[in-house]
């Protein structure tokens, strides 16, 4: 009967895998992603070119007014004149100063109230583009902070995978120098060393390169974000009906309001094409004076000739014709009423559609995570059922091997799971037009203190 030896235990995984987790530890400088979307905010030039342009717009839409408001001018002149007569024979000049305050007031002018109306929805349609930049960098911002801190973690694991398969590369060493085992074993853990130490170059690359774009982002040298708190309890969908979700898309996704206020600058655009066959009316005032120093050309001597004129009145224009251009731009602008209403239409329908996606994305990663979990726990016992199977001899190297492999990938793919979670829950507001900064509250709890 084969006396079977026991082989050297292996380094327990756990203790692996936290002596290598523990390098990336937060420091004590660490910001949370409120921090650092708050630097993001102040630094990004994508957002602050969307600010800049929703000011100018305002101001744009401020000129509105001008057409309903009256307006008022001075001007002022002086001349010298040259007068020459034959009979009787007059040779003199004299100079003249003038001055005039003139002012007017629309009265009625359907054109300009609905240019003024306009200006209205302009600053709706601004809002609402500040508001979709504001959205697109909450969510870059989070997917740069949970891209870094996914890149920390696979080179944490792979890291710890290293230094386990380091542990099973000397066992197997140890093994095959005692003869209990064949060089085919040394081989194999040696090959999954070399295997593993390339993952780790391209992990360390990877790293680097999220950190220069979340860096890059939020205007910091060495950003360090906080990771998740472990165990970690991902907040559950509320509320959980995508109908729910989609109705509120309907009415507050910067997109939709947007169309909407393109449909209704549409509607008072064939208000101002009407307004071409209707007549205006403004009132109007003028004050003028004019001064002769010197007289004027039928008087001389030092008499100061002056003149004061005031005049009010009311000044009517009635357009006649217009060579056809006035009915035709009706037709055009009644065009782009039912253009801008498909758009509106199409509008509800592409966020309708990309709020179920989001949503449904969101409950498969939450599934995700479950099944993940318990396959982190399934594999951890596959792990340590190999590892007990190769020290009594009843398990192969290479099954260890798969074994800790197999484990994790799995860690991998749990803690990429959780964060797709979190920014599946930020890209769903996103989708229905609800996202706020507020939003960021709830992620900045689950985050390390």
Same mark, same amino acid.
């Given at each position: 009967?084969?006396?079977?030896?026991?082989?050297?235990?292996?380094?327990?995984?756990?203790?692996?895998?936290?002596?290598?987790?523990?390098?990336?530890?937060?420091?004590?400088?660490?910001?949370?992603?409120?921090?650092?979307?708050?630097?993001?905010?102040?630094?990004?030039?994508?957002?602050?070119?969307?600010?800049?342009?929703?000011?100018?717009?305002?101001?744009?839409?401020?000129?509105?007014?001008?057409?309903?408001?009256?307006?008022?001018?001075?001007?002022?002149?002086?001349?010298?004149?040259?007068?020459?007569?034959?009979?009787?024979?007059?040779?003199?000049?004299?100079?003249?100063?003038?001055?005039?305050?003139?002012?007017?007031?629309?009265?009625?002018?359907?054109?300009?109230?609905?240019?003024?109306?306009?200006?209205?929805?302009?600053?709706?349609?601004?809002?609402?583009?500040?508001?979709?930049?504001?959205?697109?960098?909450?969510?870059?911002?989070?997917?740069?902070?949970?891209?870094?801190?996914?890149?920390?973690?696979?080179?944490?694991?792979?890291?710890?995978?290293?230094?386990?398969?380091?542990?099973?590369?000397?066992?197997?060493?140890?093994?095959?120098?005692?003869?209990?085992?064949?060089?085919?074993?040394?081989?194999?853990?040696?090959?999954?060393?070399?295997?593993?130490?390339?993952?780790?170059?391209?992990?360390?690359?990877?790293?680097?390169?999220?950190?220069?774009?979340?860096?890059?982002?939020?205007?910091?040298?060495?950003?360090?974000?906080?990771?998740?708190?472990?165990?970690?309890?991902?907040?559950?969908?509320?509320?959980?009906?995508?109908?729910?979700?989609?109705?509120?898309?309907?009415?507050?996704?910067?997109?939709?309001?947007?169309?909407?206020?393109?449909?209704?600058?549409?509607?008072?655009?064939?208000?101002?094409?009407?307004?071409?066959?209707?007549?205006?009316?403004?009132?109007?005032?003028?004050?003028?004076?004019?001064?002769?120093?010197?007289?004027?050309?039928?008087?001389?001597?030092?008499?100061?000739?002056?003149?004061?004129?005031?005049?009010?009145?009311?000044?009517?224009?009635?357009?006649?014709?217009?060579?056809?251009?006035?009915?035709?731009?009706?037709?055009?602008?009644?065009?782009?009423?039912?253009?801008?209403?498909?758009?509106?239409? !199409?509008? @509800?329908?592409?966020? &309708?559609? #990309? /709020?179920? =996606?989001?949503?449904?994305?969101? $409950?498969?990663?939450?599934?995700? +995570?479950?099944?993940?979990?318990?396959?982190?726990?399934?594999?951890?016992?596959?792990?340590?059922?190999?590892?007990?199977?190769?020290?009594?001899?009843?398990?192969?190297?290479?099954?260890?091997?798969?074994?800790?492999?197999?484990?994790?990938?799995?860690?991998?793919?749990?803690?990429?799971?959780?964060?797709?979670?979190?920014?599946? !829950?930020? @890209?769903?507001?996103? &989708?229905? #037009? /609800?996202? =706020?900064?507020?939003?960021?509250? $709830?992620?900045?709890?689950?985050? +390390?203190?």
């Amino acid at each position: 009967m084969k006396t079977l030896l026991k082989k050297p235990a292996l380094l327990p995984l756990s203790l692996a895998l936290s002596a290598v987790l523990a390098s990336f530890a937060p420091a004590v400088q660490a910001q949370n992603l409120v921090e650092l979307y708050r630097s993001a905010r102040e630094y990004d030039a994508s957002y602050q070119s969307a600010r800049s342009l929703y000011e100018a717009n305002l101001a744009k839409a401020e000129q509105a007014k001008a057409g309903i408001l009256p307006t008022a001018g001075l001007s002022l002149g002086a001349s010298r004149t040259n007068f020459e007569n034959n009979n009787p024979v007059v040779d003199r000049s004299f100079p003249t100063q003038t001055a005039s305050l003139n002012a007017s007031q629309p009265l009625y002018r359907p054109g300009n109230w609905a240019t003024y109306e306009q200006g209205k929805q302009q600053v709706v349609l601004s809002r609402a583009q500040l508001e979709v930049a504001e959205q697109d960098l909450i969510v870059r911002t989070s997917q740069a902070y949970f891209d870094v801190l996914a890149a920390q973690d696979t080179l944490a694991f792979v890291r710890a995978q290293k230094a386990a398969v380091g542990e099973q590369l000397a066992s197997a060493k140890r093994n095959f120098e005692v003869g209990t085992s064949t060089i085919t074993d040394s081989r194999e853990a040696q090959a999954r060393f070399d295997l593993v130490t390339a993952q780790e170059i391209a992990a360390e690359n990877d790293l680097r390169v999220k950190k220069i774009a979340l860096d890059q982002l939020v205007g910091r040298t060495d950003a360090q974000p906080k990771g998740l708190l472990v165990p970690v309890e991902l907040p559950p969908l509320v509320p959980a009906d995508v109908n729910t979700w989609v109705r509120q898309s309907e009415d507050m996704h910067p997109t939709v309001r947007q169309a909407q206020a393109n449909l209704e600058v549409a509607k008072l655009e064939i208000d101002k094409a009407e307004a071409g066959h209707k007549p205006t009316l403004d009132l109007t005032a003028s004050y003028g004076v004019q001064r002769n120093p010197q007289g004027s050309a039928t008087t001389a001597g030092p008499l100061d000739y002056r003149t004061n004129s005031t005049t009010v009145g009311l000044a009517l224009n009635l357009p006649l014709f217009a060579g056809f251009a006035t009915q035709n731009r009706i037709r055009e602008t009644l065009s782009l009423e039912e253009k801008a209403r498909s758009d509106l239409e !199409g509008a @509800k329908r592409g966020v &309708a559609l #990309g /709020t179920r =996606t989001a949503y449904f994305g969101v $409950l498969s990663g939450q599934g995700q +995570v479950k099944a993940l979990e318990a396959a982190e726990a399934s594999s951890q016992s596959a792990l340590d059922a190999n590892k007990l199977g190769y020290q009594v001899g009843v398990r192969i190297n290479i099954d260890v091997l798969n074994a800790q492999s197999q484990l994790f990938q799995t860690k991998r793919d749990l803690a990429q799971a959780r964060y797709n979670v979190l920014i599946g !829950g930020l @890209k769903l507001r996103q &989708a229905n #037009g /609800t996202l =706020t900064p507020e939003d960021l509250l $709830l992620i900045n709890s689950l985050l +390390v203190r």
